[in-house]
Antibody, heavy 120, light 107 residues
Framework: QVYLVQSGADLKEPGASVKVSCKAS??????????IHWVRQAPGQGLEYMGW????????DFVQKFNGRVTRTRDTSINTVSMELSGLTVDDTAVYFCARTYSGRIIDFWGQGTVVTVSS | DIQMTQSPSSLSAPVGDRVTLTCRAS??????IAWFQQKPGEAPKSLIYATSTLQSGVQSKFSGSGSGTDYTLTITSLQPEDSATYYCQQYRDWPYTFGQGTRLEIK
């Protein structure tokens, strides 16, 4: 069975950075077409697509509004991808989800979500 | 970016009823449409991809259809556990944008 287990909740001050990790199990982490995508959800709001990473080669992209603020990493030795978001503002308060795609595009499994709260 | 618009934003239906949720893309997305169900406090659950193909383990009470810019999700034999917010997503063009969601309440 496929599992995506995310890191725990975090509280940050404005201007700080947060790193959210997503540990995969139950499938070949670097298999062809298996990517990890990131989606966030602000309190009471809908799903906002953020970007993706290819665990096989570290490639990927994030939408323009996050460019310059996000760093994507992966560690194939522990089947984990991470997303670090810097320059946090209160508008970054949200639940951050990772999700697996196959064929590079089709989301099938989701992580449980990581609550990130930005507050002074 | 492709904009996705869902309607209605919310609806209420009785147990046993059938509902159809609509998703419209700002340009044609060639059937690259997925649907997700999200209950309060939970992660989304993948229901359908490629407009009409059920993800593994998803009940046949869920079905999808559509083409071009207009797509629908139909849920039959509504039960209390179907209360949730439903999102469509296009994955024809990156970024893979979501609709704003339709909140379904079962009376």
């Amino acid at each position: 069975q496929v599992y995506l287990v995310q890191s725990g909740a975090d509280l940050k001050e404005p201007g700080a950075s947060v790193k959210v990790s997503c540990k995969a199990s139950g499938y070949k982490f670097t298999g062809s077409g298996y990517h990890i995508h990131w989606v966030r959800q602000a309190p009471g709001q809908g799903l906002e697509y953020m970007g993706w990473i290819n665990p096989s080669n570290g490639g990927g992209d994030f939408v323009q509004k996050f460019n310059g603020r996000v760093t994507r990493t992966r560690d194939t030795s522990i089947n984990t991808v991470s997303m670090e978001l810097s320059g946090l503002t209160v508008d970054d308060t949200a639940v951050y989800f990772c999700a697996r795609t196959y064929s590079g595009r089709i989301i099938d499994f989701w992580g449980q979500g990581t609550v990130v709260t930005v507050s002074s | 970016d492709i904009q996705m618009t869902q309607s209605p934003s919310s609806l209420s239906a009785p147990v046993g009823d059938r509902v159809t949720l609509t998703c419209r893309a700002s340009q044609g997305v060639a059937n690259f449409i997925a649907w997700f169900q999200q209950k309060p406090g939970e992660a989304p659950k993948s229901l359908i991809y490629a407009t009409s193909t059920l993800q593994s383990g998803v009940q046949s009470k869920f079905s999808g259809s559509g083409s071009g810019t207009d797509y629908t999700l139909t849920i039959t034999s509504l039960q209390p556990e179907d209360s949730a917010t439903y999102y469509c997503q296009q994955y024809r063009d990156w970024p893979y944008t979501f609709g704003q969601g339709t909140r379904l309440e079962i009376k």
